[in-house]
């Protein structure tokens, strides 16, 4: 069984500043975890993925996310935000055993703020 | 390449209706999933092909079902409509075999209203 907590539905920043997006898993396999973000009436689309190789993950748009397996965490974070980052963003487990059913954490919502 | 493509992307129907969706992934990819995504519910997967099988559901009820050609397109029924069946219909395809570390990539989505 596996299952994705996003411990925020809403995250309001202001341009600039950093963001955190945190996210907690549970999997009785070993996970990969992806975030996703989704832009306003447009499909997912990937900003990295951890699948069992480094723990610090870098992916587009200068977000990066750290695998802590201690914590069952995987945190989302980017040191400067800009406008083109409101949207809803998305944490997903999938595991090495099973069905390989991805899992949907229920989003969290970015607003930046000018 | 071009992306995943989904059609139509708005629909409206009523009530006991049937509706089917279409998707065409990304060249070259055999797998294709579908999730229905509510404000409710969130994203929920509801089935996922590949080489025209079906390999995992969801838990949806059998009035959704889907099928896949052999070209890899896929198309998702829905029968007799229900008002809760309203939401953003995701489609989604990936390079290979359902493996765990599998990106998927996503269509704009198929916005179904059943009124």
């Known amino acids: 069984a596996q299952s994705v907590t996003q411990l925020d539905s809403h995250v309001s920043v202001s341009e600039g500043t950093p963001v955190l997006l945190r996210c907690n898993y549970s999997?009785?396999?070993?996970?990969?975890l992806f975030w996703y973000v989704q832009h306003p009436n447009k499909g997912l689309q990937l900003l990295l993925k951890?699948?069992?190789?480094?723990?610090l993950v870098k992916g587009i748009n200068g977000f990066e996310a750290e695998f802590k397996k201690s914590e069952t965490s995987f945190h989302l974070t980017k040191p400067s935000a800009h406008m083109s980052d409101a949207a809803e963003y998305f944490c997903?487990?999938?595991?090495?055993?099973?069905?390989?059913?991805?899992?949907f954490g229920r989003g969290t919502s970015l607003i930046v703020h000018p | 390449k071009a992306g995943v493509t989904q059609t139509p992307r708005y629909l409206i129907k009523t009530r006991g209706q049937q509706v089917t969706l279409s998707c065409s992934p990304i060249s070259g990819h055999r797998s294709v999933s579908w999730y229905q995504q509510t404000p409710g519910q969130g994203l929920q997967f509801l089935f996922e092909?590949?080489?025209?099988?079906?390999?995992n559901k969801g838990n949806f009820p059998g009035r959704f079902s889907g099928r896949q050609f052999s070209n890899s397109r896929s198309e998702m029924n829905v029968s007799t409509l229900e008002l809760g069946d309203s939401a953003l219909y995701l489609c989604?395809?990936?390079?290979?075999?359902?493996?765990?570390?599998?990106?998927?990539?996503f269509g704009p989505g198929t916005r179904l209203t059943v009124l």
């Open positions: 997903v487990v999938t595991a090495s055993g099973g069905s390989y059913i991805p899992t």
């Open positions: 092909y590949f080489s025209e099988t079906q390999r």
């Open positions: 989604a395809s990936s390079f290979s075999e359902r493996k765990s570390t599998d990106t998927q990539y």
């Open positions: 951890y699948t069992s190789a480094a723990t």
């Open positions: 999997s009785s396999y070993s996970p990969s």
